[in-house]
């Protein structure tokens, strides 16, 4: 497998993805923005587009969905839920479900949060897993949830499905927000070394050479990921949050980036 990560350049910031089997050359476009771009990537690259898969319904995760469609007669599949909100769903993804396209892979998580209909990808086929993590969980943050979401949802989806995930497994977001949501984390926990190093490593990146981080980094220094750090419950409290549950926190936290 590789994957052609390409960054939008919109107000969104947005990060679309093409996964290739190197073997077979075919390929699968992730949440397709700009339909022409993610064509002309997997031209260069020698693949063919055989799926187009949607995380959630999202303008900004779906809108190149017909150019990519109309070149390559590539089936759309998302979530169950998905269909009827993505037009020209052929398929809905059921829970668990395994997507195999030449060596690669995949099982479906649905994480419900950001949208009820939201999904991952986790490879099955790579030695270090990947997680295709669409407006879920990004570097440093967690979705929002204040676009058709639910925060308990969201609180839920963090804490059984991607909790579980192993440190090794290799984060690909939606969206290119680390540098700000690292600025979010030192706000939450001032004194985080690993908040404040990959902070002073990133801020002079362009979003096209952003690190790709593992979800054991991810543990390090995303507040959605640390709702038990001592720091962090005592920011909020000294905030007036008096946080009793790892449930409140997590939406004392969301609450508090919503407005930040
Ligand atoms: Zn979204």
Known sequence: M??????MNNRLRNFNYIIGCEKTGQAIALD???????????????WQIKL?????????????????????????????????????VAKGLVANEVIELGSMVFKVLPTPGHTPVHV??????????????GDTLFNACAGNCFNGGNVDEMYETFQQVLAPL???????????????????????????????????????LSPEDMPFMTL???RLYN??????????????????????????????????????
């Open 2 to 7: 590789k994957v052609v990560r390409l960054y």
């Open 32 to 46: 397709p923005l700009d339909g022409d771009a993610v064509l002309a990537a997997a031209e260069a690259e020698g």
């Open 52 to 88: 187009i898969i949607n995380t959630h319904e999202h303008h900004d995760h779906i809108e190149g969905n017909p150019v990519v469609q109309a070149v390559t007669g590539a089936p759309i599949w998302a979530s169950e839920y998905a269909v009827g909100k993505i037009p020209n």
């Open 120 to 133: 991952c990808l986790l490879t099955l086929s790579e030695e270090i897993p990947v997680l295709f993590s």
């Open 166 to 204: 192993p440190d090794n497994a290799i984060l690909y977001p939606g969206h290119d927000y680390m540098k700000t949501n690292l600025e979010f984390s030192l706000v939450c926990e001032p004194g985080n070394q690993d908040a404040q190093l990959w902070q002073g490593h990133v801020k002079n």
């Open 216 to 218: 054991g980094q991810e």
């Open 223 to 260: 507040p959605f990921l640390r709702l038990e750090s001592p720091q962090l419950l005592a920011k909020l409290e000294a905030s007036g949050d008096m946080s009793t549950s790892s449930r409140a926190v997590f939406k004392a936290l969301r609450l508090r980036r919503d407005h930040w």
